[in-house]
């Protein structure tokens, strides 16, 4: 780094900081009071920028973690928080089954789970389709096959009959139920009701569901304008499956509606390939003033190709999913995984990540780790839990400096 | 309180503090360097006192949590110490069989579990008898029966036989290897190897195998003054079931020899009254100048009826295995115990305990605690966990201010 570049670097930290002559600020503050979208530094299409909550910043691009149930999974809040995270997510489908009146009573996520940073909810649109196919991810990403006794009941106009998982009940989500579960829960970020199609399906079944997904979108925006407290924002998203003709007819949907953010769902499409097609097409044809976040997605690999395509925030259960099988990210391995219940971390006694400053890695060794897997003991996966997050969040964190400084090719060639 | 109260209470405060007039000192400093034990107040026979160790002071009487396999369950090491822990224990019986070469390679327990603190490590004479009689507790305690595939092979004088509960591999414990393990697992506290015998036996047989148990004793404290590094000592164990010639034969055993600390252990009767008669005898024979541990014993009304006698320090897996169940700790209830599992908590929006400082009181209420349970997050017992690990250390806190006080009926009819 030239001194000439270090000064641009540090004009642009204090721009930032002070929220200084951004490149594109939100023409939405005054529908979503509290709430705005900042860029402040493009290299490419990529942007650094800042999306601005009432329960503080989000230094983008960012990663969500999942707090699916209004808990995080073999770790805690605080750990969360340490570990440098800056938003959360909770899922509507899963409280709506069980828990969302305790939330409610309780004053939504933020004050139930004692996080106070940004949270979204996600609508619980996907978990119909999920249910639909009988999987969560299988025709979307192309996860290994779950099974599971399937529990939709029917998909109308209306929305989505299906039964409980937890007593076999029938419930409905609608578009209404779905923002008025989110307007409770209190999330930052609300996302609209959708239907989520298979790659499986044909490309008329594709536009019919898409069709509906954007009635769907009006009345999810509609019902959140009348009923919502003021300190909440709306995500639109753009469905369409892996048809570049639907998915500009989706994307000229969202662009012409008032979401203060934007979700790239649906069928992305079977291979890696595909996918990035996808989504380059998507964040080619939407407009730039608006936060945009990429549903679902956690490898590395994909996590690049989305912030050099403009993606703002990300979200997946992935790293905190893998943990609780052993396994630790770090930088370099295939798919960025280090298997820690494999036999020859047994006597290796090196950090997960040597140049690691997680809570783990500060005290603990991998051979310490693998014992505690091979004991049984739960705290080998909240030991790897909070190294996931810290890894996920250092990744971001690095990718919005490569982006201050025009070099997203060194942060990509340290980590992949 | 009165002022002359007052000011006497804060002139013992200060005596603590700076290390003055104590009314007992450990004899036993030159053998255990760094380590001491002072008595500083006593209320009839309840006495409260610090034991010194080279991890820091523990102010007594004290509770010691158990991290049985090096690793606390359904919490994590700064979680224990947030709660105010001032000392764990872990198993030298569960590490010999998997974990001892990481832990001894990585520097010892206090390295690899980044716990800074004093540390206890049992010898495994206990393990021995619970597989002896496939039960941990049952023949002790009048626990829950448990089954699992007895393991042991034999008992001679030379130690005891048994398969590895992970491999059925054939494994030895002498007092001498107990011994040596324990000094690479490197707690501040090393207890003797010793054999616990059943109720269900006959005197005579409790005679033998107290009688072995004093020889093994023996041995153990020969090995561990020949090879320990300096930085650690010996607890020696009172046996000799609930027969009380027995028990005096023992007690005359360990006040003559010099062990640091003196543990009371072995079968000590099937009821509660039986149980406190027993400790009530032991107690009445042993040297004053040591401090002196009861094993095993975790439900405060047992706790109470300990101090009352003497007893410096408990240790139980109660306080955090029934947290794993769902199970608060709370003053004034049954067995002082709060099912956060029923139902009727779904709706109790307070605190698990209102008047709690811990780290879940601080945020988490019963009814978000319960909804979790329901839903299968773990969290919840971390919750859990950390109220309880909490709970406990405010008893003893009160203990020990009940006995600088001289009240500890109130202590008492606070929690009880």
Redesign the interface.
């Known amino acids: 780094m030239t001194i000439y570049e270090f000064i641009n670097w540090i004009l642009l930290q204090i721009c930032i900081y002070f929220e200084l002559f951004p490149l594109i600020s939100s023409s939405l503050t005054k529908l979503y009071k509290g709430f705005n979208f900042k860029i402040y530094k493009k290299f490419k299409n990529a942007r650094r920028g800042v999306i601005y909550t009432p329960h503080g910043n989000i230094q983008t691009p960012a990663f969500i973690f999942c707090a699916t149930?209004?808990?995080?999974?073999?770790t805690?809040?605080?750990?969360v928080i340490q570990n440098n995270t800056q938003i959360i997510l909770s899922n509507t489908y899963?409280l709506f089954l069980?828990?969302y009146d305790?939330?409610k009573?309780?004053g939504g996520l933020h004050k139930?789970l004692?996080f106070n940073k940004p949270m979204l909810t996600d609508s619980g649109g996907y978990q119909v389709f999920a249910m639909n196919f009988h999987s969560v991810s299988k025709d979307i990403k192309g996860a290994k096959n779950r099974t599971y006794k399937p529990t939709l009941i029917k998909v109308d106009e209306e929305g989505a009959t299906f039964r409980s998982y937890?007593d076999r009940s029938i419930v409905k989500l609608t578009p209404e139920k779905s923002i008025q579960v989110q307007i409770d829960l209190g999330a930052d970020f609300v996302v609209v009701f959708d239907e989520c199609t298979s790659s499986t399906i044909s490309k008329e079944a594709t536009k019919k569901s898409m069709e509906m997904s954007h009635r769907w979108e009006t009345r999810s925006l509609e019902y959140f304008h009348k009923h919502q407290k003021g300190n909440q924002s709306l995500y639109g998203i753009v469905q369409g499956g892996t048809y570049k003709d639907l998915r500009k007819i989706s994307c000229d949907y969202v662009n012409s509606k008032p979401f203060f953010g934007i979700a790239v769902g649906g069928c992305l499409g079977e291979s890696t390939q595909e996918m990035h097609e996808t989504v380059n097409y998507v964040m080619d044809k939407l407009v730039k003033d608006r936060p945009v976040h990429l549903l679902g997605i956690g490898y590395l690999e994909d996590i690049f190709n989305g912030v050099e395509q403009g993606i703002d925030t990300f979200d997946c259960v992935h790293p905190s999913r893998i943990a609780r099988h052993g396994i630790a990210l770090i930088p370099k391995t295939r798919k960025n995984q280090l298997d820690l219940s494999k036999g020859k971390y047994?006597?290796d006694?090196t950090k997960i990540w040597n140049e690691c400053q997680c809570?783990t890695c500060?005290?603990?060794?991998r051979?310490?780790i693998?014992?505690?897997i091979?004991?049984g003991?739960?705290?080998?996966y909240?030991l790897i839990t909070n190294h996931n997050i810290y890894f996920m969040n250092k990744v971001m964190e690095d990718i919005r400096y490569g982006i201050e400084i025009d070099d997203l090719e060194s942060v990509k060639s340290k980590y992949i």
């Open positions: 149930k209004a808990s995080m999974k073999s805690t809040i605080p750990d899963h069980k828990g305790t939330i009573r309780l139930a004692g937890y047994k006597d006694d809570s500060k005290t603990y060794k051979s310490y693998h014992m505690l091979k004991s003991e739960h705290m080998a909240n």
